[in-house]
């Protein structure tokens, strides 16, 4: 069975930075895509960031030069690294591949 696990969401002040970490069980991560989402209240799901099973990446362009993916075949995990936080990063953190999404990891940039 595949799950995904979430971690590493917090309190933080604009400018400050986060890593989100994904864990997997029941698949490697890195035979797949896995992507970043999130959902901020009142909004739908955003797409944020993906790396492929090829090990290339892509980033929606509100969080390209501060948000990094980045996946360690040796744990299974695929990390969100966030720098210069501001508060419209607010939001519920997803990972996810195919049909199986994480339980979500709250990220809130507050001053």
């Known amino acids: 069975q595949v799950h995904f696990v979430e971690s590493g969401g917090g309190l933080v002040q604009p400018g400050e930075s986060l890593r989100l970490s994904c864990v997997a069980s029941?698949?490697?991560?890195?035979?797949?895509?896995v992507r970043w989402y999130r959902q901020a209240p009142g909004n739908e799901r955003a797409f944020v960031a993906v790396?492929?099973?090829?090990?290339?990446?892509d980033y929606v362009d509100s969080v390209k030069g501060r948000f990094s993916i980045s996946r360690d075949s040796a744990k299974n995990t695929v990390d969100l690294q966030m720098h210069s936080l501001k508060a419209e990063d607010t939001a519920v953190y997803y990972c996810?591949?195919?049909?199986?999404w994480g339980q979500g990891t709250q990220v809130t940039v507050a001053s």
């Open positions: 996810m591949s195919g049909s199986f």
């Open positions: 790396i492929r099973r090829s090990g290339s990446t």
């Open positions: 029941g698949i490697s991560l890195s035979n797949i895509d």
